[in-house]
């Protein structure tokens, strides 16, 4: 008999801060709250912009992808990078999402354009209004304890703790964090599809007691 499948709808938002840039998790959140479906659809069109200017700086360097090709790769899906490197490798001027990253739209690749992300405060308050639970993802990326004191001062709520390749000197530090801070402690495969290079989907395994603990456990 398979087992029972539980859906908690959440979401995850880049945000910038004063010292560094991250990505929070929102969970439990209701999908319907109009003020962050508000937000949300001016973020997607700032990422629209942003596509059409990185088109067009690839234009410049004699790279010419149409818009609405990659519109139409990324379906349902909000617009991003990934879409187009999956032109570019459509079109054949890459091989793959990770040589178009390599080549032309990584941080230092000659046709990047800089995104917009609300604040760190802006998207934790974001999250509560709607219900949901604030979580930092991947901490492991960014997180050291000035950073995290700044975050929950702005109101965090949980801290990711329990993800892909993380060793396990590590994963104690950011238990230990979550209990000095009182944070709740989640855990995520940050698998976003195929072709993305990430890990696979339900690679990781929360501690049963965790996600007992959680309040939206229980959604």
């Known amino acids: 008999m398979p087992a029972e499948l539980r859906l908690i709808p959440g979401i995850e938002m880049s945000a910038t801060g004063e010292s560094s840039s991250c990505h929070i998790l929102g969970y439990g959140i209701n999908i319907h709250h109009q003020p962050l479906q508000k937000k949300l659809h001016e973020f997607r069109q700032t990422r629209i912009a942003r596509m059409q200017a990185i088109i067009e700086r690839l234009k410049s360097l004699g790279v010419v992808i149409s818009f609405e090709r990659v519109q139409a790769l990324a379906g349902k899906a909000t617009i991003g990078r990934p879409h187009l490197a999956d032109a570019l ?9 990770k040589e178009a990253f390599q080549r032309y739209l990584s941080h230092n690749g000659p046709a990047y ?15 509560h209004e709607a219900g949901g639970v604030s979580v930092l993802a991947h901490p492991a990326f960014y ?30 530090r950011f238990l230990t964090l979550a209990k000095q801070f009182q944070l709740l402690v989640t855990g995520g495969s ?3 599809g195929p072709r993305t290079g990430r890990s696979e989907l339900a690679c990781i395994t929360v501690p049963e007691e965790i996600l007992q603990q959680a309040p939206f456990s229980r959604v």
Do not use: F, W
């Open 89 to 97: 490798v459509e079109q054949k001027i890459v091989r793959s999402r």
């Open 113 to 127: 354009v800089e995104g917009y992300a609300p604040s760190s405060k802006e998207v934790i308050t974001l999250i």
């Open 143 to 172: 997180c050291n304890e000035d950073y995290l004191k700044q975050l929950v001062h702005e109101g965090l709520m949980g801290l990711e703790v329990y993800y892909p390749d993380v060793s396990r000197a590590l994963r104690e």
């Open 190 to 192: 940050d698998y976003h």
